[in-house]
Nanobody, 116 residues
Framework: QVQLVESGGGLVQPGGSLRLSCTVS????????MAWYRQAPGKQYQLVAT???????SYNDLVRGRFTISRDDARRAVHLQMNSLKPEDTAIYYC??????????WGQGTQVTVSS
């Protein structure tokens, strides 16, 4: 069973930055696409960004130009640099495989709160 541990969240003022990290228990070099998701209170999971093992990235329109996703397969890690944060970015952030998450693998996530 793959384990994912997210970290780096916190409370930040609008316009601030955070860098999220996700460590994966298994080798991800053969995983074609890793992703960051988020879930705001009372809302469904939302795909935030994806990164292929070729380096190709894609972003939700809501975060494009502000967030940057990256992966370090040697360290089994996926990162999300978040700049120019907005209150609507407030959510719990998770990483996982895309489009099919690893079975029974969702971690605790990391809480991001953007508020003045």
């Amino acid at each position: 069973q793959v384990q994912l541990v997210e970290s780096g969240g916190g409370l930040v003022q609008p316009g601030g930055s955070l860098r999220l990290s996700c460590t994966v228990s298994d080798d991800i070099s053969t995983v074609a696409v890793m992703a960051w998701y988020r879930q705001a209170p009372g809302k469904q999971y939302q795909l935030v960004a994806t990164v292929r093992n070729t380096g190709t990235v894609s972003y939700n329109d809501l975060v494009r130009g502000r967030f940057t996703i990256s992966r370090d397969d040697a360290r089994r890690a996926v990162h999300l640099q978040m700049n120019s944060l907005k209150p609507e970015d407030t959510a719990i952030y998770y990483c996982n495989r895309w489009p099919t998450p690893f079975p029974d693998s969702w971690g605790q996530g990391t809480q991001v709160t953007v508020s003045s």
